[in-house]
């Protein structure tokens, strides 16, 4: 069983939500996302999403635009970050996530990139800027190597489009929770759980919910509607304002233990 599909099934039969936090890898720079990840799961993330630096991240606010321009200036590249996630399986069985953008698939080669994913312990890819439909030799390399493409339904998908992305995302369905970029926001959209409810009505398959997940209140909010909770630009927030390495590890894990609580505390 894919380790996404493991973790999902252990939280849901807990009767709780997934903790899954976002960090860009190489920033600040790559021994420190190699600190992290063990770290985070330690602290209560159930599934950890790892970002790959990008010059033009369009899906992504300023903090983590920030994020990747650090990453970059290390030249970080997806050799080593791949070699990193290989490395980290030695140290901690939590499910890893990639998360990259069209043209990352494109250089490496569709099917060399699901295969060297597989074989660095990756399980899941993200793929922000490709529609399903525009990525089908992509979908079935993943499928073939085990890996899982998550896909994204966005407010503006319409109910036809729903239903064809929940069909054909494996792990589960990120449901993007507003329109525009990630980003740290006051408050979530009124109308959430209304577009949870929308993705949960036409599939089994697990909806976790990014973009705007700021605070522990937020997350144990949306813990009460979705399988997932996702939070990224607020955790990179973190970890860019730290004093060094050390300190950044210390207050994203202080962070995660924060929203692990509110989140393991929220019935569903």
Request: with cysteine; net charge negative; hydrophobic share 45%.
């Amino acid at each position: 069983m894919n380790r996404i599909d493991r973790a999902l099934t252990d939280t849901r039969a807990a009767g709780r939500a997934a903790l899954i936090p976002f960090i860009t890898a190489g920033d600040p720079d790559l021994g420190t996302t190699a600190d992290l990840i063990p770290e985070l799961a330690a602290a209560g993330a159930d599934i950890v999403e790892i970002g790959v630096p990008h010059s033009d991240p369009i899906a992504e606010g300023p903090t983590i635009q920030a994020a990747s321009f650090r990453s970059l200036q290390q030249k970080t590249d997806l050799d080593q970050i791949l070699e990193l996630c290989s490395s980290a399986r030695e140290v901690t069985d939590v499910p890893l996530i990639l998360m990259g953008y069209l043209n990352n698939a494109l250089a490496r080669g569709e099917e060399r990139l699901a295969r060297d994913c597989a074989a660095a312990g990756i399980d899941g890819l993200i793929v922000a800027d490709a529609p399903y439909e525009e990525a089908p030799r992509l979908q079935s390399a993943c499928e073939a190597h085990g890996v899982h493409r998550i896909l994204l339904v966005a407010p503006t998908s319409t109910p036809e489009r729903v239903v064809q992305i929940a069909a054909r995302s494996r792990g589960f369905v990120y449901c993007v929770s507003t329109t525009g970029v990630t980003g740290e926001r006051r408050e979530l959209p009124r109308d959430l759980s209304l577009m949870i409810g929308r993705i949960q009505r036409v599939t089994s398959t697990p909806v976790c919910v990014g973009f705007g997940i700021s605070t522990p209140e937020q997350a144990s909010a949306v813990a009460r509607l979705a399988e997932g909770v996702i939070v990224g630009s607020a955790l990179v927030s973190r970890i860019g304002s730290a004093r060094g390495p050390a300190d950044a590890v210390a207050s994203a894990t202080e962070f995660i233990r924060e929203l692990a609580r509110a989140v393991r505390t929220t019935r569903r």
